[in-house]
């Protein structure tokens, strides 16, 4: 019913929101770096992956139905929000890292508030997390 959505803007890249026949669009989020929305939950939370504005940083974010906004990863690096668990209890992502002087990436699995991350991957291969079925 709702569509998530990125644009441009004079000072960098906010969400959106619109009805799924393109009308009603209003702002959910404009803040410091660049936003880009995952995927929604069930309870109408909102995963979504902040670039930072002056630095190659990467972060999963959450918006939560009453607009609060959450921070679920930390560290050095790049971390991009790819799904929610069907139950909505757990988070797919990926975290980019080097290796070799290469950067690869790894899935990963965390609680939706950000703990017991876990790494998926575990070897040398580039994989990207994009959805839980």
């Known amino acids: 019913r709702t569509i998530a959505f990125s644009r441009r803007g004079p000072n960098g890249v906010d969400m959106f929101a619109m009805r799924a026949d393109g009308t009603g669009v209003r702002p959910l989020l404009r803040a410091p770096g660049d936003d880009f929305p995952a995927a929604w939950a069930r309870d109408g939370r909102l995963l979504f992956t902040r670039l930072a504005a002056d630095r190659p940083q990467a972060d999963v974010f959450v918006r939560r139905g009453d607009g609060r906004v959450v921070r ?62």
């Open 72 to 133: 679920l990863t930390h560290g050095k690096g790049l971390r991009f929000a790819a799904d929610w668990s069907p139950d909505g209890t757990r988070i797919l992502y990926t975290r980019v890292v080097t290796r070799s002087s290469a950067e690869n990436g790894d899935v990963f699995v965390m609680d939706d508030d950000g703990r017991n991350p876990r790494n998926l991957s575990r070897n040398r291969w580039d994989e990207n997390a994009t959805s839980w079925r």
